[in-house]
């Protein structure tokens, strides 16, 4: 069972930087994949990013690659979204995932989501 908290959400000029955090209950956090999921007013739910659990494989929407950067911290159980250069376009909710295979979560398949955090970027 894994429980998951996003935080670092909120509002941002065109071209600047947030780091999204996702925090995680649970013993078995390093075993998880997890991913990052956002959703925009009327738009379905999209991928963003995804880690293994050992963080040596990582995978991203081509509508974030050379802009964000996900990344994980098993000791915190805490998984992060950097995210740079952000327009319009990225404002969403974003979503924490996570399962046992990036697959999966790519997939949008997980079993365990967060509640989310609101990301907005104005122009």
């Known amino acids: 069972q894994v429980q998951l908290v996003e935080s670092g959400g909120g509002l941002v000029q065109a071209g600047g930087s947030l780091r999204l955090s996702c925090a995680a209950s649970?013993?078995?956090?390093?075993?998880?994949?997890l991913g990052w999921f956002r959703q925009a007013p009327g738009k379905e739910r999209e991928f963003v990013a995804g880690?293994?659990?050992?963080?040596?494989?990582?995978a991203y929407a081509d509508s974030v690659k050379g802009r964000f950067t996900i990344s994980r911290d098993n000791a915190k159980n805490t998984v992060y979204l950097q995210m740079n250069s952000l327009n319009p376009d990225d404002t969403a909710v974003y979503y924490c995932?996570?399962?046992?295979?990036?697959?999966?979560?790519?997939?949008?398949?997980?079993?365990?989501w967060g509640q989310g955090t609101q990301v907005t970027v104005t122009s």
């Open positions: 880690i293994t659990w050992s963080g040596g494989n990582t």
């Open positions: 995932a996570a399962d046992f295979a990036l697959s999966t979560v790519q997939a949008g398949l997980s079993d365990y």
């Open positions: 649970g013993r078995t956090f390093s075993s998880y994949a």
